[in-house]
């Protein structure tokens, strides 16, 4: 069985892949892990999962354009302009808003 | 159909893209990922058979701990590569049978015998040396799976230089005739170190560049090695055997061109060590057979 090993480099931090290795079993997992990614400290935490028991998702189609849920989905420089100028407000143009 | 694809690929992954093994991948591309990848696996394994024979000469225990632990090291860079290998469509067990049967080729370097305590300092500081190089400019490989495991195996590759680095430094100190060991294993591993990176063909010409699995053209590895090394040998006092080595002024390490065909022989399983540890290696694994067969019942 293959199994997948995600890696911990400091407490706080992301578990990040590191690689994959055969095991016959959740022991010798374990025990490969240890050796293959931790014998030098070099990892504070191991996650340990049997390949099959991932599910990876890669398609994220867009068909409606949900740009409203994003940064880049608001322009509101324009809009700041005109309010600016009647609040009587307004500095030099395009020093801020975006 | 499928050429458009190819040259759409191509031009993703010449333009710094990276592929995962999911991805559609040309066959070419495969085929050659498959045997660069399989080769440098092979390498590693290989690559512990000279050091092996010092575990028991190493002269303290300090020495025979780090060559034990780098031997270690060598070994799990082999099985990260080899499940590069597999994930790509190659299972491990055939790259094991191709190797031993002579189908698939290993780095020159480890078809040379190691003739004394000089020779095991100057390959962990030399031959690993030149195989950083290689595997750095491995980091930017286009294939994705096989740049994040070079990542690990180099930043365990720097002890190993380190360590053997260490082992010349006390034997340069130590005795004239310690010296002289050094001396002795550097002149003879200095051809085999300047085939290391292969003949300097063009990079337009180069099909690993062109698929961007490699990053760095041969003659450009060459001279980056020869840059940093040269004066590091060089200050200990130690020759080299090339009276034509020097750094001209354009910055460019000039040298005697190396015998190539000598390198096809050597690498083609025609070194002076090639046969004694394919047989080692054949030996081992019929000795642990029944091992993979309990332990991964799947493997058998
Ligand atoms: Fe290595
Ligand atoms: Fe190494």
Known sequence: MIYEVFRQERKGQPFVHGGSFHAPDQAFADAYAREFYARRQESVALWVVPREQIVEIDEFPDEFDLKYRRVDGYSIKARLAIARERAGSATSPGTDGG | MSDARTAEFLEFV?????????????????????????????????????????????????????????????????????????DLGKPRAQCLDDLISGKSKFHNVFHYPTRSWGDVGVIAWLVDAAAIISQKALLKCSYAPYARVMKKVCWEESFHILHGRDTVLAMVTGTPEQFELVQEAVTRWWEPLMHFHGTPIPADEDPMLHWRIKSQGNEEARQQFLDGYVPQILELGLELPDPNLRKNEGGLWEYTEPDWEKLTAVVTGHGPASQERLAFRRLSRADVDWVSRVMLPEAA
Not at chain 2, 27 to 53: A, C, Q, T, W
Not at chain 2, 63 to 77: N, P, Y
């Open chain 2, 14 to 86: 010449q333009a710094g893209g990276q592929v995962e093994t999911d991805d559609w991948l040309p066959e070419e591309y495969r085929k050659r990922l498959i045997k660069f990848i399989e080769m440098h696996g092979n390498s590693e394994l290989m690559g512990v058979l000279p050091e092996r024979d010092w575990i028991l000469r190493a002269p303290t225990l300090q020495r025979k701990l780090a060559l034990t632990a780098k031997i270690q090291d060598e070994v799990g860079h082999c099985q990260l590569i080899y499940r590069v290998v597999e």
